[in-house]
């Protein structure tokens, strides 16, 4: 596929904080897009009036004449349970969306007839790693069922890739944050934070706030995942490279949204990596992709979003 050729587009989590953000932006390029979500977490008003939304799930036995009526050349599986936190308490429930039923769709889109297939991983497949930033050739130990799950996710599409002759891009997302983001997830803390900020109500921080994490814009997201769906099939870091602890995200938010009451320490949370940032130099040079949202500005815009939302729901 070439960049300036324009594809029939499913987005899976269409409706959701990194779906519908790239919904409007494949669709902003040109391409036909349809997206897919059972609105478990989604939101219709996340994306335009009147866009293509299925209103179903992943799993459900309809889902391949879905597609194949829609006939697209190329699906950006993002549906996922997507709580890291969650998969430990239910490890079955994580594995029958994450792995069963990722395992259905992408045997659904071949039977469809799709080119190519975008799988949304994550920087948890990595576990705790010892190289920060931690490029794709490094150990893969997951801490959590969660991480499990992706990595499985990764090996199936590659699975389907030889077997089917069709491109395999495995994106593994650092921690993504922006406007329509929930409080659940790997980048949950942001909205986490800025709802208890604007609420007045004490910010829990588990630990003592120095853990790290890679904090990626979903705007760069999007425009990563429009890239993979021409480039070089293979597995790539979607990040920064930069670490930035828990605490400075707290003082970021907290001085446009006014601090609230002191945080509270509380333990820290088992089957959480202590340090994570990723490599980002693979996608720069094979797909052409960096980041070009700074965190600064991009926690400015995400907060001011959260108290637009605050204010409107009063």
Known sequence: MTRDRKIRVVVTGGAGFIGSHLCEHLS????????IDDLSRGRRENLPPGFPLETLAIGAPEIGARLRAFAPQALVHLAAQVDARRSLEDPVFDAQVNILDTVRLFA?????????IVFASSAAVYGDPEEIPTPEDSPLDPLSPYGVGKLAGEGYLSFFARRHGIAGVALRFANVYGPRQESVGEAGVVAVFCQRLLTGLPVTIHGDGRQTRDFVDVADVARACELALFGRPGVYNVATGIETDVRTLLARLAAVLQPGAPPVHGPAIAGEPRRSALDPS??????????????ARGLVRTAEWFRDRSREAR
């Not at 902003?28 to 997206?35: F, I, N, Q, R, T």
């Not at 659904?108 to 190519?116: C, M, N, S, T």
């Open 282 to 295: 693979r996608a720069d040079a094979v797909l052409g992709f960096r980041t070009t949202q700074e965190l």
């Open 28 to 35: 902003g390029a040109g391409h036909p897009v349809l997206a």
């Open 108 to 116: 659904a889109a071949v039977a469809a007839g799709v080119e190519r």
